[in-house]
Each structure stands twice: as C-alpha cells, then as structure tokens.
C-alpha cells in the first residue's frame, strides 16, 4: 500500500471517499464504474486549481532560471501564469468529462476539470476574477521574499517536485515536497509553498514527513552523497504562504520527529482496521462510512456516484 500525508487527511475526512480516490477509481481499469471514479477524481475546486497554476509556474519557469543563474522577472512569471490559468479555463468550460473515449493524458498541459462544471454547469465569474487576482499576488509577495531568494540562489542545486519513497510500518510512504535545495556546506532546505487566503494553519507535520522521507529514501541519483549524513533534525523546512507574504521556518526536534512517525502509524492502522482483512477488490463503498459534515459531501468529486450506489443522499 502507498501511503502520503494527503491520503490519511482524505481518510481521516471521509472514509468513503478515501475509498473512491485510493481503492476504487483506476485510470486503465475496463470496467466504467471504475474509470468514472478515476475521472471524478480529477475534478479541483477552483481554489486548488489556481494554487497548482502557481506551484506549476514555479516549478516550471522560476526554478530553472535560478538553477541556471538566469534572471526571472516578477513579469514573466505572472505572464506565465496567467496564460495557463486562461487556457486551462477555456479547456474547463468544455468540461468533457462525460465524452466517450475520454482520455486526460492526451489532453496535454490545458487539462482542467472543475468541480464546479460537473456539480452546477457554471464557473462563478465573481471567483475566477479573485483567482486571477491571488494568483498575481502570490507572485508579488513571493518576488518580496529576498532572503529566500538569495538563500536558493546559493544552492548547489534546486530540485522541484521529486518522489520521494521509503518503508514504514508495513506500507510505502510516499511524499512529493515542492522543492529541495542542496547545498554544499549546510544541511537541505525544504519548501513548500502554500497558496491559502488566510495561512493559519501551520504545516510542520506535512514538512516534517517531507524531512523523515528526504532522510530515509533510497536517494535519486542527483542527489548528493552528503544526504547520507544527514539526520532528521539537521534539514531546514520553510513553509512558505504566497498569500500572506509569511514564510514559516521549522527544524524538527526529535519529539516532533517521533510524533511525525507515529501519526504515520496511526494512520496507516485506522485503513488497516477499516479495510477489515478484505482484499482490495472485494471492497465495496458500503463497507466505509460517509462523511458527517454536510459541507464535506458538497464539495466531494465523487457526491454523484456516492449517492447513486448507496442511496445515502445529502444529510442534514
């Protein structure tokens, strides 16, 4: 089984829903139930759609130039985004999520499906214009960042989202940090940018996880021989919010470095227990309870189907 910090959170949620998302739903699978809930589950709500948008363009445009010393203007980055954020809108508004022979791997870097277009039919104009605003302003706050910037300049190199896998208690652990900076006399940084309008919730579990799998997986052959020195502990982790201009730094103690291993177990033991010693195909949505908040089955991709096999319905 392949565990990540996203997964447990989709658990601890609903159950039923990790189901759909980790279980049921299949790219390849023949059977349509199965590739409809694949397909559900590449629906965004337009808020984490336009957090991608800026995680894409940084990983993609901004991080080069600074791996190869060349300047990025605050310009080209907001052009960059801009432009994908209007071609994956007009791809949206298509939504051909229902079409025979659908296939979103062929569709290329415009592919969007919006929550909003299976559920309603609409996009709220009121919230594409305050996407468009945020998305400008993550760029301006993070062009403000000088520390950061001089601090990833310095690196030996930057690597943007990489893979990362090592095993813990029986399972995969997964984790995908949004860049790493090596550097030749320090320790790794960390970062992970955050695209929230409000920033308040501190995300040192999710970048201390990102530090226990930099730490213990087998290491990409880009990356340097010193990480294999390196604890834990010695990693710096920047959780970096792009609406709010703040840049929260962390170090791990070795408490939270215990409680980051033992929120993995803990998680990892509530799907075993829920799963019941049921293979994964002869699992069934029945056997995983719905959510109880009425606000989480409303913003859930796979309502639809849910409601249809089993007859729950909204609660409420």
Known sequence: MIWSVSESRTFKRCER?????SVLGNAIAKDPIRHKVYLLGKLQSISAWRGQVVDTVISEVLVPTLKSRQPCTILNAK??????????????RTHPLNSPNFSPTKCGSNFLLLHCMEYTGTIPDNEISEARDEIERAFDNLFAMGDLFVRLQKARTLIPQRALCFPHTG??????????????????????????????????LQLGIYSLAL???NPHKDFPRSLANCQITDVFLNEVQLLTGRIREYRLSEEEAVRAENYIA???????????????????????????????????????????????????
């Open 17 to 21: 829903q990790w189901y759909y998302k």
């Open 79 to 92: 052009k960059a985004a801009l432009q994908m954020f209007e071609r994956q809108l007009a791809f949206a």
């Open 266 to 316: 803990e998680s990892v033991t509530q799907i075993a227990l829920s799963m019941n010693g049921v293979p994964k195909t002869e699992l069934q949505a029945k056997d995983f309870p719905p959510a109880f908040s009425p606000d989480t089955c409303q913003r859930c991709s796979y309502r639809r189907i849910c409601w249809e096999e089993t007859d729950d319905g909204p609660r409420d």
């Open 215 to 217: 730490t213990r997986c």
């Open 171 to 204: 399972v995969t652990v997964r984790a995908v940090p949004d860049l790493i900076a090596f550097y030749d006399d320090a320790p790794p940084l960390i970062v992970d940018w955050k695209v929230h309008a409000f920033g308040h919730r501190e995300a040192w």
